[in-house]
């Protein structure tokens, strides 16, 4: 979720389908001093009294190097390890978008079918909106955060809000910023609209289709939807923020009155949204995620091609695909997402042709995870690993 709020928005394993990522001998596949420079871009972190990271690299069916830098909770110097588990923002989306996939490869809907037939609300518009415009965030819908909130409080996430809450806020406006397919604009709510159409076509909760259908199957046993702000997720990290002049002065002026002294500040979320965001995940679950992309063990070359689908709209943008993006790095193509909410950061990028993808998630809200995510893949492009 992208969040304006001042200087805050600054912001061996098996699976059930019988294959192992490799991880004990194919560590020997990086050199000591490949790792070690992996290992210097978090040197700053690797400490008990500082936030940190999670980092994953899988290539094939090997995992490279998995390690964790920093505390996942400062009030007890827990260390992060690949096993945290991680709110992770946006790169949330792929996996909305994922059990939109499996519903049309069931043939319960397609990128046609109007979504006014889930949500009612949606036919006052007189433009039909259709799955394929919440998915490529070409719908015209005004995004929640922009709008002014119904009860007079801030959208920052200590103040409890839910996914109805912000569709409700979202479809008060009588009328799109613009005709369907006419512009992209970024909006989490076209992905908590999905998450309507997976729950009224399935009959099901959508932690609970995405649990049964998506993250069991796949063997990602540490993955959930967090719909539920009291559930007990195991070993989830603590966000943090930096507790600096400029963020304290940013809290106080969205109602969250704060102390100026100390290091670090708490942003604990409060309020479970989901589609857009919401997927509480491990770097080792993200591996074998990104490891079924070069596999396709699951859901096969059907799951595989939707997932990677893109389209071409009037607003001319075609590198937008089920909850990912194309693009080019240093003449490598990938297809990613990355993430940021406050306290939080994450990055999952995958080189499709090399077969590599690379995880990062924090527990910082300026981890810029896509940076590090960037930085990774540089030393692994100048040691020929990539």
């Not at 008060?172 to 992905?191: A, G, H, I, M, R």
């Not at 893109?310 to 693009?327: E, I």
Request: charged residues 25%; hydrophobic residues 35%; proline residues 3%.
């Amino acid at each position: 979720m992208k969040v304006t709020l001042g200087l805050i928005a600054l912001l061996t394993i098996t699976n059930c389908f019988g294959q192992t990522l490799k991880q004990g001998s194919s560590y020997n596949l990086l050199s000591k001093k490949t790792k070690s420079k992996i290992d210097n871009i978090f040197k700053e972190f690797d400490k008990k009294s500082s936030p940190g990271f999670a980092i994953g690299i899988v290539k094939g069916t090997q995992v490279l190097y998995t390690k964790g830098y920093g505390s996942a909770n400062l009030d007890y110097e827990i260390p992060i390890t690949p096993n945290s588990s991680f709110d992770i923002a946006s790169v949330s989306k792929q996996f909305t978008a994922a059990c939109i996939a499996l519903l049309i490869i069931d043939n319960k809907i397609s990128l046609e079918t109007p979504v006014s037939e889930f949500v009612p609300e949606l036919k006052k518009y007189k433009d039909t909106i259709r799955i394929k415009h919440l998915i490529y965030n070409t719908s015209g819908i005004t995004d929640y955060f922009k709008l002014p909130r119904p009860d007079g409080k801030s959208w920052i996430t200590f103040n409890y809000f839910d996914i109805d809450y912000c569709i409700k806020a979202s479809l008060s406006q009588d009328t799109l910023l613009f005709t369907p397919e006419e512009k992209w604009d970024y909006c989490n709510v076209n992905y908590m609209l999905l998450t309507k159409v997976v729950e009224k076509v399935s009959g099901q909760s959508f932690s609970e289709f995405s649990k049964q259908r998506l993250f069991v199957p796949l063997g990602m046993t540490n993955t959930l939807i967090n719909d539920d702000v009291t559930e007990i997720v195991k070993n989830r990290v603590t966000p943090y923020n930096k507790r600096t002049l400029e963020y304290v002065d940013a809290y106080n002026k969205n109602g969250v009155t704060i102390k100026p002294n100390g290091e670090w500040l708490q942003h604990p979320r409060n309020s479970p949204h989901y589609g857009g965001s919401g997927v509480v995940t491990t770097v080792d679950d993200l591996l074998k995620w990104s490891d079924n992309f070069f596999t396709q063990k699951f859901g096969g070359q059907k799951f595989y091609d939707l997932m990677h689908t893109t389209q071409k709209f009037k607003n001319g943008r075609d590198n937008q695909a089920f909850g990912l993006y194309f693009d080019d790095y240093k003449g490598r193509k990938y297809v990613a997402w990355d993430g940021g909410d406050f306290g939080v950061s994450s990055q999952l990028i995958r080189f499709i042709d090399k077969r590599v993808a690379i995880v990062v998630l924090s527990n910082l809200g300026t981890g810029e995870a896509y940076r590090k995510a960037n930085m990774i893949a540089d030393i692994l492009i100048d040691n020929k690993d990539l």
